[in-house]
């Protein structure tokens, strides 16, 4: 069944390593559809978004977005620990912001 992908989906397909594997696979596909195109172009920008947002943390916030994503852990017990807990949210918002402001395209699903 497909469904329509979520801007939260592909932030936990970052910080748990399968968006190489997405964007290997719509590379398979771009070949015969222009829609695996689009979507291997999005994923690719998604990804470097997410990478620049990144570099620009410390070793200590990086960590908390993989235990956040791949871990399922809440932010919560990050606050007052990792940062201050309003630097946190800020950094939440900035993240959610940079990756909601690149297009997704019209035909981008998941298949579960």
Do not use: C, W
Request: neutral net charge; without cysteine; hydrophobic residues 35%.
């Amino acid at each position: 069944m497909a469904q329509k992908r979520t801007y939260a989906h592909l932030l936990r397909s970052y910080f748990d390593g399968r968006i190489d594997a997405l964007i290997h696979l719509f590379d398979m596909r771009s070949q015969y559809n222009k829609y695996s195109r689009e979507a291997k172009q999005f994923v690719e920008e998604v990804k470097q978004v997410i990478d620049d947002f990144l570099s620009e943390q410390s070793p200590e916030i990086q960590e908390m977005y993989y235990k956040k994503y791949r871990d399922g852990i809440p932010f919560g017990d990050f606050y007052n620990i990792v940062a201050p807990t309003n630097k946190i949210l800020a950094l939440n918002a900035d993240l959610k912001q940079r990756v909601e402001a690149i297009k997704q395209p019209e035909r981008f699903y998941i298949y579960t």
